[in-house]
């Protein structure tokens, strides 16, 4: 095979039991210059410095189960643990009212190219401009960093269907695709099967 290049174009059956989707890498060259979105007298951000492994998979399903994120949840309590308190990860819970109504996390373990690993809201938070808020947050602190050169974050197939126009209403130009295959965690019993309607379970 060496000297060959695999034609990527044409069909290619996934198996029973996965799921397929597309992923778009999105980034941000230089800060915005202005806010993305008016301070808010409803909504605080407060940093999570420690979370509680159980409280976090709890809240990581109520934003993610309607795209059947799974990432976190399949993992050993060990290694998100260790995950979680690593020094350059960043965790925050937007409040409302006391309530944690989403995430947002940072890594910036590249500290020239940090990333928006995890952003998300609980179903009852969407809408309103609290979406777009809590990204005027996490650009503020990535950008706010001297040695920032670049922020990016990641999004799919199997996420909301205005994940990718929201990010790109935010400043994020698109650079990368990747497809990612996995076990469909709705056939593992991570997540309802009648989750993600708009990405078949099949198997």
């Given amino acids: ?64 189960e309607d795209w059947i994120w799974f990432g976190r949840l399949i993992q050993e309590d060990a290694a998100l643990e260790n995950l979680l308190s690593e020094p350059a990860r960043e965790n925050f819970l937007p409040m409302r009212d006391g309530i944690p109504v989403g995430t947002l996390e940072l890594d910036y373990a590249n500290p020239e190219e940090p990333s928006v690993a995890y952003f998300g809201l609980i179903p009852e938070a969407i809408g309103g401009g609290a979406g777009r808020w809590l990204m005027a947050q996490a650009v503020d602190m990535a950008w706010s960093r001297p040695e920032t050169r670049r922020l990016w974050l990641h999004t799919c197939t199997a996420d909301s269907p205005q994940a990718l126009r929201f990010y790109m209403s935010c400043g994020f130009s698109p650079y990368k695709r990747a497809v990612e295959i996995a076990d469909d965690p709705r056939l593992t019993g991570l997540h309802p099967r009648e989750k993600a309607p708009h990405v078949p379970a099949i198997g």
Wanted: cysteine-free; aromatic content about 10%.
């Fill in 1 to 64: 095979m060496h000297g060959q290049t695999l034609d990527m174009n044409g069909f290619w059956d996934v198996p029973k039991g996965k799921v397929a989707v597309v992923v778009t890498y999105l980034e941000m060259l230089k800060s915005p210059g202005a806010p993305l979105a008016p301070a808010r007298d409803d909504l605080t951000l407060e940093r999570w410095s420690s979370p509680d492994i159980d409280a976090y998979r709890r809240l990581f399903r109520q934003i993610g």
